[in-house]
């Protein structure tokens, strides 16, 4: 799409969701009525087969199969089967991946796994700037070897410079939540290699966002949630990947019966399983996972590259009109303004950010705001439209023009932001 020649104005936006192959996937969502969500990066929109989905297991599956469902209705397989399905988003292959637990749980895992991996070696690089559980799981870790580990931590391109003989593993996330800065993951996990070191993927802010090749990379493990871009619902269950070389090698430590090669056997000693259900604990949130289902069978009908084609659009085309439409307003783009090195979020920093993002969810627009400055906007392609770019803009330019982010009942801080 070649923005720059076209005339920019809502007819122009509109011609642009005319010609977008992703559009008609809108219409998978629910969304309120006149609301522009660009929030989808924390939580995604609600598909509308979610609610059937809900009802089917709790009244059928639970309700009138009971326990039987655990074989009948597949739960017990639920965290693999979801697992291969999500695979390809990720390139991983099947077996490789598993749905389950919660990010910082399966950061603990795959963390854990690494330093059991490294005996002669002390150090998990991470970086210092990143969503903070990351680095607090990290913490744990370290703390729980007795002081033989230490978290060292980077910024940017200090990261791959960091490595050495006694790195562990590099554990950063691809995409920052803040700035949206995408990180070199072939060329990390290249460098982290080349030193013995393993490197560890978060994917929270780029699965079902962009393109992402963990085996072409050569990546050893990785972690990331299905409640933000890929629209699993609140809460909904994380996943796992880790290499096939690794499976049966390199053990998580928190070793419950789902992990064990035979769970069913209940035998009195664990006997870990040599592949991927090692690295599940107990038993599973099922409803939370029969509603993540739902949303990746939406991304799987969707072509990856089309959905970063259109996040690149989408983005672009935000940062030109916020740049054009608020000059002069105190906005500043906190995120790279090279597309390709650019998840498919917006941040620009205020020095009043708060109450002017508080002005414009009250306007009907969601985005969210990150501490101590940062306005932060996410553009989900599969139903984020130009228009509503276009509408989004527009509205902050009224906010800003008029001052109504001034107003008294903008100032109050809720607990969420
Ligand atoms: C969203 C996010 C998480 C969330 O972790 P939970 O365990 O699901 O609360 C963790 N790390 C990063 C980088 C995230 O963006």
Request: hydrophobic share 45%; aromatic share 8%; net charge negative.
């Amino acid at each position: 799409m070649t923005l720059d020649a076209e005339p920019l104005d809502r007819a122009a936006c509109q011609a642009m969701d005319a010609a977008d192959p992703l559009a008609s996937l809108r219409d998978r969502f629910d969304l309120p009525e006149g609301l522009i969500y660009l929030d989808g990066n924390s939580l995604g929109a609600m598909p509308k087969d979610a609610a059937a989905r809900a009802h089917d297991v709790v009244t059928r599956e639970w309700g009138t199969g009971l326990i039987k469902s655990w074989n009948s209705a597949g739960w017990f397989d639920l965290p693999v089967r979801l697992g291969d399905k999500l695979a390809p988003l990720i390139g991983a292959a099947p077996g490789e991946v598993v749905v389950c637990d919660s990010t910082s749980q399966n950061l603990f895992k795959v963390l854990s796994a690494a330093v059991a991996l490294r005996p002669d070696r002390r150090v998990l690089i991470l970086e210092g700037s990143n969503f903070p559980t990351n680095n607090y799981i990290a913490e744990g870790v370290a703390a729980a070897t007795g002081g033989r580990v230490e978290v060292r931590l980077c910024e940017k391109d200090e990261i791959a410079e960091a490595i050495d003989e006694d790195t562990i593993a590099v554990a950063i996330t691809h995409v920052h939540y803040k700035s949206g800065h995408v990180h070199d993951m072939a060329a990390i996990t290249a460098r982290a290699h080349a030193a013995g070191a393993l490197s560890i993927w978060d994917l929270c802010h780029s699965a079902g966002a962009m393109p992402v090749d963990l085996n072409g990379a050569g990546v050893d493990f990785a972690v990331g949630c299905t409640y933000k871009y890929l629209n699993g619902g609140p809460g909904s269950p994380a996943f796992l990947f880790a290499a096939r070389r690794h499976q049966g090698q390199a053990l998580q430590p928190v070793t419950g019966w789902w992990g064990h090669a035979a769970p069913f056997a209940f035998e009195p000693g664990y006997r870990p399983q040599q592949g991927i259900r090692q690295y599940l604990i107990g038993t599973q949130q099922i409803l939370s996972m029969a509603l993540a289902e739902v949303g990746l069978d939406i991304h799987l009908s969707a072509d990856m590259g089309a959905i970063r084609t259109k996040s690149i659009a989408l983005t672009d085309l935000f940062i030109r009109l916020v740049e054009q439409r608020c000059a002069g307003h105190g906005f500043t783009l906190a995120s790279p303004r090279a597309a390709e090195a650019r998840g498919s979020q917006v941040s620009f920093a205020h020095a009043d950010g708060y109450p002017i993002m508080r002005a414009l969810i009250a306007a009907g627009v969601v985005g969210d705001f990150r501490a101590p400055d940062t306005v932060r906007f996410g553009f989900t392609p599969l139903y984020v439209r130009f228009v509503d770019v276009w509408d989004a803009v527009d509205r902050l330019v009224a906010i800003m023009d008029g001052g109504i982010w001034k107003l008294p009942e903008h100032q109050v801080r809720d607990a969420v932001t």
